[in-house]
C-alpha cells in the first residue's frame, strides 16, 4: 500500500496550508488513514487519523488548528492546517492507522511503510 503526501510549503506563522494524501494503487474508503509529521533531529509523532466512517482525532499540540477530513470519491484524505507555528515545521506523512474495538483510530501506524512526504516550513 503506497501513499502520496503533497501541499506543503514554506507559510509565514498564523498561515495556513492543506495537505493532500492519495493512496497510488487501492481504494482508501474502509481504511483507517493518520498523519504523522518529524521535525529534523526528532521522532516521527502522530497528528491526526480519520477512520473509515469520518470520526477523527488529534494530537493536543494541534487541536483547534487542524482538520483532517477524506473525500473517497477523489481517493484522497487531507490535513487543512491553520494558525500555523514554527514548531510546526516538519516532513508529514500519511499511512495506514489502528483502531481500537471502539473503532475509533488511533495514531498508531499499523506498519513501517512510509511515503515520501511533503515538507512543511513555517518561518518568518
Known amino acids: 500500500l503506497q501513499f502520496v503526501e503533497s501541499g506543503g510549503g514554506l507559510v509565514q506563522p498564523g498561515g495556513s496550508l492543506r495537505l493532500s494524501c492519495v493512496a497510488s494503487?487501492?481504494?482508501?474508503?474502509?481504511?483507517?488513514i493518520g498523519w504523522f509529521r518529524q521535525a529534523p533531529g526528532k521522532e516521527r509523532e502522530g497528528v491526526s487519523c480519520?477512520?473509515?466512517?469520518?470520526?477523527?482525532m488529534y494530537a493536543d499540540s494541534v487541536k483547534g488548528r487542524f482538520t483532517v477530513s477524506r473525500d473517497n470519491a477523489k481517493n484522497t484524505v487531507f490535513l487543512e492546517m491553520n494558525n500555523l507555528k514554527p514548531e510546526d515545521t516538519a516532513v508529514y506523512y500519511c499511512?495506514?492507522?489502528?483502531?481500537?474495538?471502539?473503532?475509533?483510530?488511533?495514531?498508531?501506524?499499523?506498519?513501517?511503510?512510509w511515503g515520501p512526504g511533503t515538507q512543511v516550513t513555517v518561518s518568518s
Open positions: 499511512t495506514l492507522v489502528a483502531i481500537t474495538p471502539q473503532h475509533v483510530c488511533v495514531l498508531t501506524p499499523v506498519d513501517d511503510v
Open positions: 480519520i477512520n473509515y466512517d469520518g470520526d477523527t
Open positions: 494503487e487501492f481504494t482508501l474508503d474502509y481504511y483507517h
